[in-house]
């Protein structure tokens, strides 16, 4: 069942209509708002009512203002970084174990410049500055 679409459609409709859903908003005493949400579920052959009641409650404006802020910030920064990452210098590395040996993968020789593989072949070292993501 795809709740999400039961909800816009009880806030679509038309507050006066009764039909598979309907919605109401009321003034409460204590400066809040009450949302009442209904919606008719079917399943087969059966049909259920679910209710939905919201208290909202005011909230400060200045409180949502400095998260606006402090998203835009968040999005400044991300765009910035995005700026700065070079898609050219991507590196992918395909690495083949030969043999366990005591516990210890052995890697086969990589075709490489931005890896080195140890002398021993139990250890890769990255050349690059980065984030790896490694599977």
Known sequence: MDYASYFRQCLDCL??????SHRKLESR???????????NLRLLESVRN?????????????????LES???????????LRGQVDL??????YAESAVWTASTLQWK???SDK??????????????????AIA
Request: glycine share 2%; charged share 30%.
């Open 15 to 20: 507050s006066d209509r009764s039909q598979e």
């Open 29 to 39: 005493v204590n400066s809040g708002l009450r949302l009442e949400l209904s919606f």
């Open 50 to 66: 679910a209710n939905y009641i919201f208290e909202l409650k005011p909230v400060a404006v200045e409180r949502i203002d400095l």
């Open 70 to 80: 402090r998203l835009r910030d968040q999005e400044e920064e991300m765009e910035q």
């Open 88 to 93: 050219s210098d991507r590196a992918f590395l």
């Open 109 to 111: 020789p990589l075709a």
């Open 115 to 132: 890896f080195i593989l140890a002398a021993d072949s139990t250890s890769i070292t990255f050349r690059i500055p980065g984030l790896y």
